[in-house]
């Protein structure tokens, strides 16, 4: 582990940045894209910031996932599938990131966030008022196993916007409310960052002291959110997500391109 000589200021500034992040995450996810440039600002070689990211996260994306299941708005038994391939995908993204060129992605992830975007703006993402799962959905197996292997994947090799990612895909493969939606994606996001964490701290890429700091207040700003989320509904939601989703997508075009 690196030891890092941080000024106050910047431990300050770090965890208001967490507080903020997790409050996000819980209701839109992306979250992320306040931690990650804060942590690179800070001075943390970037393989450091993803791990030290993940602890900081896997401590909101737990207090999110803890409440919208006490909720009743999560069920694990019927997300069983989704689980282990999420675990699988973000187990291999993890592994694989030291060693993969990630100039293709670089180029491909502003088009595929802006496309979300296009979706999120235009699409519908509350297909649904009721507070169940649909009993017929077609194919839900290779839809479960596709999706979390593909967004696992994507949050152990790079992170920021799986949150959104989930949502996003949640309201085109399944007929659901949003708050089901948002119970799923939080709990998903809590797998892969869990996963891919224990895969850095084998790595040897994660700054614990920081990232339990500003885990603890990325809990309390993920404690705040998904009980926000809960009460205001896609009122707060929608917004939200909308924001964040464009707010990546220029980010990384930004970064890429120009």
């Known amino acids: 582990m690196l030891e890092l000589a941080l000024d106050p200021m910047t431990w300050t500034i770090l965890c208001i940045v967490a507080f903020a992040a997790g409050f996000i995450d819980a209701i839109a996810g992306g979250g992320g894209l306040l931690t990650v440039p804060a942590l690179l600002t800070a001075g943390l070689p970037p393989h450091l910031v993803l791990g030290t990211n993940k602890l900081a996260a896997s401590f909101g994306s737990l207090t999110a996932s803890v409440t919208y299941y ?3 708005l999560f069920n694990p038994s019927f997300w069983k599938k989704s689980i282990a391939a999420t675990a699988l995908g973000a187990l291999i993204g993890t592994l694989i990131v030291d060693h993969l060129s990630t100039d293709f992605l670089n180029k491909l992830l502003p088009i595929v966030i802006i496309s979300v975007a296009i979706y999120s703006l235009f699409g519908s993402l509350n297909h649904s008022e009721s507070v169940e799962m649909p009993k017929d959905i077609p194919n839900l197996a290779p839809k479960q196993i596709s999706q979390g292997l ?5 949050d152990g090799v790079a992170g920021p916007g799986t949150g959104a990612f989930w949502t996003a895909s949640n309201a085109y493969l399944y007929k659901m409310n949003l708050l089901l939606n948002c119970g799923v994606a939080r709990s998903m996001n809590f797998v892969s960052n869990v996963v891919s964490l224990s895969a850095f701290i084998v790595l040897g890429h994660v700054n614990f ?10 809990m309390f700003g993920a404690w705040l959110g998904a009980h926000s989320a809960i009460r205001f509904g896609s009122k707060l ?6 924001t964040m989703v464009i707010l ?4 990384l075009a930004y970064e890429a391109y120009l």
């Not at 002291?209 to 990325?218: D, E, P, Q, R, S």
């Open 150 to 154: 593909a967004l696992g994947f994507f």
């Open 70 to 72: 006490k909720k009743k």
């Open 237 to 242: 939601i929608r917004p939200l997500f909308n």
């Open 248 to 251: 990546l997508a220029l980010k």
């Open 209 to 218: 002291l920081l990232g339990i700091t500003m885990g603890a207040f990325l």
